[in-house]
């Protein structure tokens, strides 16, 4: 889908479709932070408010102790900015918190700006990307791109944050394992849900829980039943219609649940398990039966609730040998307490003496979903315990990135009428990088990215086969030569403004989610692991670090000693 031309009414102007606003209808132009507001009616009163203005938007530290994050948020971005326009009501409230000694001629202004004069530059969304690199640059007039500060820090902060704990999710999961994102409940708020779905499958999730996500962003859903259904049965009199036809159609059973107790005591008195259970627990075996009757071809059942080996798993063995009979293909179990790893490879063991005993090809291989507040450390604990779980369910730490808060984005400004500008601290981390800049990803002959480099704008670009002097920004020490085999360009343009520039269509979800997985894989190895990560080299041209330590200089008051 394209981002429209907005103008102030938000006609198209022909060089594109019209873009739907913010996935949640909260983000307006009053998702601000107030100081924004003083700020545009100061640059307004000082007559400043029109001069071109050029801001970074980036972080400064990845999240997790790893070394690479996940860039998210760009469409809600451009969504945003594809619609901003004031209302009436909206003004008579920013008038209302606003000083009455605010001029009238103010609103006036607020009322008469879109973003048809700004220009959007952005890596591309589900890109892996690192710190001090501009995630976007934002061209225009200065109170507008103010404006727009907080809502974009607000809308990328989270998203990348959570597609980056999706993506650590998976590089410890493996890829031949299938996750599953359980984590509406646990969210923060209805916003925080709905993202977490839609960031969780860009960074490597499979399905989600979260109905809503679904319908919004097309992803797969996934779900079995609870425990409140397993313990609402008391017995198989409970089930009334007790009939069901064979896959094909050709036949029925009359009573499923009568075959399903068959097997049970087949299961109980066969030669390889006699022994390994006793009575099993009847009111889940009708809670079983009844699922399958109502979902006979995806019987996935939960099976802890009484307990998992002497209960859980016989009952749904005869639940699943009866549909067999049927046709019908069971679709596992899920784990939601317990020791996941031991009780995995038990139930794994179970499942091929079935296979063994009764000669249901494929039963061995029944699929074993874990659940159970499970993050980084339980799957990679899991891991080296070894396990036989084909899915995992992850939900709390996932969705609420409980390893780490927020991301940290900044919005800083690098430029305005064409003069640089720096933010200087004490702490050198958080000196900003000034100017507009373009930004390439050097590759080395292995394939694998070797370094990120800013340069001014005006400088010519890097050349593939040709050394290049990459420099730390603010460290004189660090520094190496690249001979690059492959260059990209990281900044595209995704929002022209009134300019004739290309623009970047926004991708379908699915695209985003493959370009995250594509490029975490070109990622070395020792940048991706867990313990001790080797930082990716984040650098500026010569050209670039003379001029910063220039206008550091130039710009930093000079001490007088007494």
């Not at 009238?104 to 700004?118: K, P």
């Not at 980084?376 to 080296?384: I, M, P, S, V, W």
């Not at 002959?445 to 920004?473: A, F, Q, S």
């Not at 970047?504 to 692991?529: A, F, G, T, W």
């Amino acid at each position: 889908m394209e981002a429209k031309e907005n103008g102030p009414n938000g006609e198209q102007s022909g060089r594109g479709k019209v873009l739907d606003g913010p996935t949640n209808p909260m983000v307006t132009p009053l998702l601000t932070d107030l100081y924004q507001f003083t700020m545009a009616y100061a640059y307004w009163k000082a007559g400043k408010h029109h001069e071109r203005a050029v801001f970074d938007l980036y972080f400064r530290k990845n999240p997790f102790g790893g070394e690479y994050t996940i860039f998210a948020g760009l469409e809600e971005c451009i969504r945003f900015i594809a619609n901003f326009k004031f209302t009436e009501e909206e003004i008579s409230f920013v008038r209302e918190s606003l000083p009455s000694s605010c001029e009238e001629e103010f609103y006036n202004y607020l009322r008469g700006i879109d973003c048809s004069d700004v220009e959007v530059y952005s890596v591309s969304e589900g890109s892996v990307v690192f710190p001090k690199v501009p995630l976007l640059r934002i061209e225009g007039p200065i109170a507008l791109v103010q404006l727009l500060e907080t809502p974009f820090v607000n809308l990328i902060n989270y998203a990348s944050l959570v597609a980056t704990n999706a993506a650590r999710h998976r590089f410890v999961a493996g890829k031949s394992k299938m996750l599953l994102e359980f984590g509406l409940r646990r969210a923060q708020g209805p916003d925080g849900g709905i993202g977490a779905s839609k960031y969780c499958y860009i960074g490597g999730f499979d399905a989600t829980s979260n109905v809503a996500a679904g319908k919004l962003f097309g992803i797969p859903l996934r779900g079995t039943h609870s425990h409140a259904f397993v313990s609402s049965f008391m017995s198989p009199d409970e089930i009334i219609d007790k009939s069901l036809h064979s896959s094909d159609g050709s036949s029925i059973c009359e009573d499923f649940v009568s075959l399903v107790q068959t097997w049970l005591s087949k299961i109980q008195w066969s030669n390889s398990l006699r022994g390994t259970f006793g009575e099993t627990n009847q009111s889940e075996l009708a809670a079983f039966s009844s699922y399958a009757l109502a979902f006979p071809n995806n019987f996935l059942a939960l099976v802890d609730t009484y307990d998992v080996m002497r209960s859980g798993i016989p009952n749904f063995c005869a639940v699943a040998l009866a549909l067999s009979d049927l046709g019908y293909k069971a679709g596992g179990i899920r784990l939601d307490s317990g020791d996941l790893a031991y009780l995995s490879c038990e139930a794994r063991k179970f499942f091929y003496a079935i296979e063994k005993e009764f000669g249901v090809l494929g039963f061995g291989k029944m699929g074993i979903t874990a659940s159970n507040d499970l993050n980084e450390e339980t799957l990679d604990a899991l891991n080296k315990q070894g396990h036989e779980v084909d899915a995992f369910g992850i939900g709390t730490y996932l969705v609420t990135c409980y390893a780490q808060a927020a991301l940290g984005c900044v919005f800083k400004l690098v430029e305005i009428n064409n003069q640089p500008r720096i933010k200087l601290s004490e702490d050198v981390s958080k000196v900003s990088i000034p100017c507009k800049k373009r930004c390439y990803r050097l590759y080395g002959k292995e394939g694998y990215p070797l370094v990120d480099i800013m340069t001014g704008e005006n400088e010519p670009p890097p050349k593939v086969g040709e050394r290049i002097l990459c420099r730390h920004p603010f460290n004189e020490s660090k520094r190496a030569y690249v001979v690059p085999q492959r260059i990209v360009e990281l900044l595209k343009c995704y929002w022209p403004g009134s300019s004739d520039k290309a623009r970047e269509d926004l991708p379908p979800l699915k695209d985003i989610r493959q370009r995250c997985i594509k490029q975490l894989e070109q990622m070395r190895p020792d940048h991706m692991r867990r313990l001790n990560p080797t930082p990716y080299k984040v650098s500026v041209s010569a050209k670039l670090y003379d001029f910063i330590h220039f206008l550091w200089l130039n710009e930093a008051p000079v001490g007088e000693l007494q």
